[in-house]
């Protein structure tokens, strides 16, 4: 998310993911969202497109590149990889309105050192809403996980009582949910 700061006017980029034919294409257009003095309407400041480059590995481990392009990468860098292009496209024309901007990227805290150089660039935030979301997925999964391979240990083992389907389905969604707001009456001691 990109905001004139003065104005409260706010622009966004985000990429564009193509998955057609297998392409691993990214891309990406910056719109200033007000219209600037000498231009009459609302312009696309920057464009760029990256795309992977395709290739194979035959049999004896040996890699070809079938269709070279301009990432090779990872996809996590994808992203900020088009930020950086598309910020070295638009610079000249911010800088002669003025513009400054306040950047927010989605979790990943690497960049901030490069984006800190680029004189357009006011303030950087972490989007942490993406990391929170991972780390509620992975709390939820492993309590999750832990029900499972708990009921099947208790079906496995002869001394033990095994717990039925329907106890395993409430202690999964009635004690997740305890659970998590730190309530573990529920919770079986092998999992909490």
Request: hydrophobic share 40%.
């Amino acid at each position: 998310m990109y905001s004139v700061p003065n104005e409260l006017s706010q622009n966004s980029i985000d990429v564009l993911w193509l998955h057609i034919r297998n392409a691993n294409q990214a891309s990406e257009e910056f719109i200033f969202s007000k219209k600037l003095d000498r231009y009459s309407y609302r312009s696309i400041l920057g464009f760029h497109y990256i795309e992977k480059s395709h290739k194979c590995k035959k049999e004896d481990s040996e890699i070809i590149v079938l269709h070279k392009e301009n990432h090779d990468k990872s996809f996590r860098q994808i992203e900020y990889a088009i930020l950086i292009a598309i910020l070295q496209k638009v610079i000249l024309v911010l800088k002669e309105f003025d513009l400054l901007f306040d950047i927010r990227i989605d979790g990943d805290l690497k960049s901030n050192k490069t984006l800190s150089t680029v004189a357009i660039i006011n303030q950087i935030f972490a989007d942490l809403k993406h990391v929170a979301k991972l780390i509620c997925n992975k709390i939820v999964m492993q309590y999750f996980n832990g029900c499972v391979y708990t009921a099947n240990a208790k079906k496995a083992d002869k001394k033990i009582d095994a717990s039925s389907e329907n106890e395993l389905k409430y202690v999964q969604l009635k004690g997740l949910v305890k659970y998590l707001y730190r309530d573990h009456s529920l919770c079986w001691s092998e999992v909490c």
